[in-house]
């Protein structure tokens, strides 16, 4: 019975880095280290999806081909998102990275945002700038 | 033509310890469903899917597609696809209010036995799902686990039903894991020390069933458990149970950790479901056998814990707020909000104790005499310059507010003078009816904060000659003024426990006082004299530390390259789902032996050569993968997002 259930292979993998708009994971656990395997070393798995038909301006679909990927270790380890913690029985909101000012680049979508575009309609001989959802899930308002 | 090439790379660091803080890479599949399911021949099987109930995946597509090599092929969707073959016999709703969606598939045959998966957004995403199924001529087929979906940091609550035999055995749940089963709770007192605190197994009404329930849920709590009767594996039965925990942005968790300063007071904030704000509320305290009771809101009051708890509804919050107040070591532990219905909302707090100095200070026990004016004072300190402050009297029930008097003059002063910082509570002519528990507390926003509690003694006693002696020091003496007691309602009392000493011995004169201030200054000299000395001779004793004797070999080259791969383990928060972009396709491209040496050189060396090698590889590699997949595509269930197909 205890073969039959989908165990996680590796049980103590931990995410490191889930970049959603570069799309890029960092996870690490400890392995045994190959010189001295009584030892263990932390071992770390990049993935990377390169996404080869993104446009230059994910907001523009009128934007060419995105050649070139930059994927840089200290921009995606920033931790920008405030999180709160304790000092002194009060509780205060804290941000853990400094250059959390500079805007990102991003390869991809990120699903919980609405990303939307003009693009001209020819409808009865006028054209019109309509403007179009480019992620129509993420673009509800409830 | 969409193509996606991912690559693996591999980074070999010297050992960190891993924190349990970093999500377990569990966490990151927020779609969750049975991982088998049982059907019979010519039967129907129903499959339940959830998924965290966030905008995007509310609306977003959801679909039921079969596994076939690396692909997965749609066999039902929400976009009102379905498959040749499964016409009139599979279906799949969504119910995006109770974050699940049903596949039902009908006329099982054995074809249909096999690997799908159940998801959201596009096929292959990785948004879905594993799920068997196996179709069997029967009659019996096993009962498939029963799903609970929980949001982190909330409260699960599992019931196990079984037969009468039930009844007197011990019951337990326990964990799976690799190596067996691991005993969670059981009816002996058994807790496991992950769960401490936060878990409670009861009997239920019914003889045989019982129930269990979990607060402050964790990525760990995920897994498979097994709840039963007897013993794991050798005697009684047991049910599965399948947890899987899920995160929703942006939703505000109540505090699993309380800190309390010893002596001072704690507030517990308690959050019910709108439906039951009439039920019966209680708190407890988390014992190995039970949770014991020590406030409700039908007005019961521990008797260990008379006069030091209050707990206050708020019923448009939907919150009840329990505040304990002199805080001892022993107050230390897991403390429970119940309600008696919806057994989702109870929650639990640990609470702490720390040494420290409680921010209301006064005198905790005042006698006085039956008649004579009392004065109960408290005074606070400068960071609750702006709260409201009030004093209550307390009962069991609640805490009534009585008015008193706030030293501080009102006025348009931002400074905190570090005098007149008091609240006295004035009693002109004390009786037997106002003895008890008086509160001094102060409220900011709405919220409830610190308090100090006071007992208050009324002794039957005569007048006049006695009043000297027995009256307490901050009951003003009626021979200092020589007037009418009733006139001094409000008294002028800084620093409230010198002023009083000094007030009652007036009648000695100023010799006292001379002696008194002689004495603090002649102590004052010889410590200030001793502290000197002891400084002068630490600053002798103690080394010069220089700089250069700690290793400091900074150099800017070590910047760039520390920056790149020293970064230590901080983990980014988690968002939800990722999104590909392009069409429904991957290929997947194992990078090959000898250019993954020759990556991983050339990482050695420098970045520069790192980036070229991977350049060089990503050109020779986008060669050699431009065969069209379209065999594997599921292009005819919906167009791949194109441009114009948007209106």
Known sequence: ?142 | MTLVVSILLLALLPAQSASSRYLPKSASNPVFGPWQVYGLLNGSVTITCFYPPTSVNRHDRKYWCRESGSSCRTVVSTSGYVAAGYQGRASITDYPESKHFQITISGLTEADAGSYQCGIGINGRGLSHKVSLDVSEGPHIPEGAELFYVELHSTVSMTCSFGKEAANERKFLCKLDKSGCRNIIDTYGNVDEDYTGRILLSNEDTPGSFSIMITQMGWQDSGFYLCGYGAYGESGETKELDVHVYERTNVPQGKPTIIGIKGSSATFECHYAPLRSSSLKYWCKWREKGCSRIIDSSGFVSPLYEGRVTMVNNPENKTFTVILNQLKDSDKGYYWCMTEEEKEQQSSTELKIIEGEPGLQGQKDVEAQVGSPVDLTCSYPCKYYSYQKYWCKWSSTNCTPVPASDQRQPGPDVTCDRDNRTIILSFDSVTKADQGWYWCGVTHNGLLGETMAVYLAVAEGQSDGHNLEIEKVDAPSPAETGGNPQGRAFSDAGVQSAAGSESSDQSQGSSTLVLSLSLTGAVLLVLVTAFAIFKYRQLKRSDLVSVGSYRTNISMSDFESVKGYGASNNACVKENEETQMGGDEFITTEVTPESAAETKKAKRSSKEDADLAYSTYLLTSGTSTQGDPKEHSTAPEVPPPTWQGQI
Not at chain 1, 68 to 76: A, P
């Open chain 1, 1 to 142: 019975v205890l073969a039959g259930y989908p165990w996680d292979s590796e049980d103590e993998e931990a995410v490191l880095v889930n970049n959603k708009c570069q799309c890029v994971t960092v996870t690490s656990k400890l392995v045994p280290s190959k010189e001295n395997p009584e030892e263990e070393v932390v071992e770390r798995n990049i993935r990377i999806l390169v996404p080869l038909q993104a446009r230059e301006n994910i907001s523009d679909p009128l934007s060419p081909l995105r050649t070139t990927f930059v994927y840089r270790m200290t921009e995606l380890c920033r931790k920008c998102n405030p999180v709160e913690i304790e000092l002194g029985g009060e509780i205060h909101q804290v941000q853990q990275s400094t250059s959390c000012d500079v805007p990102e680049t991003c390869y991809t979508y990120n699903r919980d945002k609405c990303y939307s575009s003009t693009f001209p309609f020819l409808y009865q001989g006028e054209t019109r700038s309509i403007q179009a959802a480019l992620t129509p899930a993420s673009c509800y308002v409830d």
